[in-house]
């Protein structure tokens, strides 16, 4: 089996990271902060867009900017020590590696934060590269040579499929196993439990 120079990209919210518990509350501490109704318990069940696209249901556009800052600001001491790794995580990069890869990871996630979120959990991937949601995500895929990208999104499968690259889903976000389906995913696992098992099977279409 020929896994020499096969990259892997892993999205990181809800694919690497159960981000919600750390979303809510900083959604929670930015409507005390700003004294804006935000419904956190909503917003936690959407994730994946940029962060402006959900800020937009609770503030005036002219002032999404100026709340997305504030958002990043308070984020660090708020989320990253709430926020947990998925289950299989830390197995799926190691396998990775073990197959003589490289990992890494592609998130709409502000790049800083989402770095403190894989350091906090002992995660160290080759690669980190924020701030690209859907589409845009195939630009750091095809820069890093991802064979194959794995999320949990609709928009990481449509990231995927411009790239070129494999889109393996996980039915561990918003996004239900039939929807990523549809929209192209070429494998879909229940979660990052049932990675390892399947890349010891797949051969590069490269290779």
């Given at each position: 089996m020929?896994?020499?120079?096969?990259?892997v990209g892993f999205d990181l919210d809800m694919t690497l990271i159960d981000s919600r518990p750390g979303i809510r509350a900083c959604y929670q501490a930015l409507s005390e902060r700003t004294g804006t109704y935000i419904d956190a318990?909503?917003?936690v069940t959407r994730l994946g867009p940029p962060l402006a696209e959900?800020?937009?249901n609770w503030f005036p556009a002219e002032e999404v900017g100026e709340m997305a800052d504030l958002y990043r600001e308070m984020y660090p001491s708020i989320a990253i020590a709430a926020t947990p790794a998925m289950t299989g995580a830390g197995e799926a990069i190691a396998a990775v590696r073990e197959a003589g890869g490289r990992a890494i990871?592609?998130?709409a996630k502000y790049e800083p934060n989402a770095k403190l979120?894989?350091?906090?959990?002992?995660m160290e991937p080759d690669a980190v590269i924020g701030n690209l949601w859907a589409e845009q995500k195939a630009e750091a895929l095809r820069e890093h040579d991802a064979a194959v990208?794995?999320?949990?999104h609709v928009g990481d499968v449509r990231g995927a499929r411009?790239?070129?690259?494999?889109s393996v889903a996980v039915a561990t976000g918003p996004c239900p196993p039939e929807e990523l389906r549809a929209a192209g995913a070429d494998v879909v696992l229940?979660?990052?439990?049932e990675f390892p098992g399947w890349l010891s099977d797949y051969r590069p279409a490269r290779a």
């Amino acid at each position: 089996m020929a896994h020499m120079a096969l990259t892997v990209g892993f999205d990181l919210d809800m694919t690497l990271i159960d981000s919600r518990p750390g979303i809510r509350a900083c959604y929670q501490a930015l409507s005390e902060r700003t004294g804006t109704y935000i419904d956190a318990e909503l917003a936690v069940t959407r994730l994946g867009p940029p962060l402006a696209e959900e800020l937009i249901n609770w503030f005036p556009a002219e002032e999404v900017g100026e709340m997305a800052d504030l958002y990043r600001e308070m984020y660090p001491s708020i989320a990253i020590a709430a926020t947990p790794a998925m289950t299989g995580a830390g197995e799926a990069i190691a396998a990775v590696r073990e197959a003589g890869g490289r990992a890494i990871v592609v998130t709409a996630k502000y790049e800083p934060n989402a770095k403190l979120h894989l350091a906090h959990l002992g995660m160290e991937p080759d690669a980190v590269i924020g701030n690209l949601w859907a589409e845009q995500k195939a630009e750091a895929l095809r820069e890093h040579d991802a064979a194959v990208y794995v999320g949990d999104h609709v928009g990481d499968v449509r990231g995927a499929r411009t790239a070129g690259a494999l889109s393996v889903a996980v039915a561990t976000g918003p996004c239900p196993p039939e929807e990523l389906r549809a929209a192209g995913a070429d494998v879909v696992l229940g979660d990052l439990t049932e990675f390892p098992g399947w890349l010891s099977d797949y051969r590069p279409a490269r290779a």
